[in-house]
């Protein structure tokens, strides 16, 4: 991989469901370092979008691309190898097992066993409360605490690329502003991540890029500071 090159390219993806398609002929790149949004309205398509990327549906037609290298052929399991990993919608713990014990299951790839309590050291610092609540069944913390478990957990296997769908469903809204401030503090470190959200005006504050996505089409994209003050955007999706 070149420095200019993307760690993420999908070029012309078409997916879907049976008969429904989802995307069509996306495009999209998520450079090292960068944090990048995928905004839109629900139904749009960016859920489909990320489990693309994660293999857990097969594009139709178009290619995928992790660090130059083509990656359609890929099995869904062999994509953590890759440096993908994602936080699902819902956050998806196990419930009655501790906060560590789910933050060691992200660590099963045998590379990420090797640097196992570095990793886990620098989940704490990110997630001083993880600590804390280390001992704590998963399932009794807060939506909030369970969101940065899930976070953590994604971040033991060492990821190159973090995805992150809709990590503000359903929590309060003073919560939000807290997992809003991590991603912050996760793009400032140099994590690379890309993250799908339809708390437009909360996530284009904290990412570099944007692209929106309606209807399965990218209908535009730029720096996040451009999208927050265009009339389009702001009438459509702020309500301003």
Known sequence: MT???????????????????????VSLEVRAGESVAVIG???????????VISKLIEARQ???????????????????GLGIAQVPEGRRLFPRLTVE??????????SARARYAERLDMVYNLFPRMKER????????????QQM???????????????????????????VQSIFEVIRKMSAEGYTV??????IQQVLKVVDRAYLLETGKIRSSGPAAELL???QIRKAYLGV
């Open 3 to 25: 420095a200019a090159s993307p760690m993420l390219q999908l070029k012309n993806i078409s997916a879907g469901y049976g008969s429904f398609q989802a995307l069509f002929d």
């Open 41 to 51: 309205p629900n139904g749009a398509g960016k859920t489909t979008l990320l489990r």
């Open 62 to 80: 178009g290619e995928l691309v992790m660090e130059g290298r083509a990656y359609n052929g890929v099995a869904p399991h062999e994509v953590i």
């Open 101 to 110: 014990d789910n933050l060691k299951m992200g660590a099963f790839l045998p």
């Open 134 to 145: 280390r001992l704590q069944a998963a399932g009794t913390m807060s939506g909030g605490e």
């Open 149 to 175: 478990c899930a976070i953590g957990r994604a971040l033991m296997s060492g990821p190159k690329l973090l995805l992150l769908d809709e990590p503000s469903a359903g929590l309060a809204p003073v919560v």
């Open 194 to 199: 890309l993250i799908v959200e339809q708390n």
């Open 229 to 231: 003050a265009s009339d």
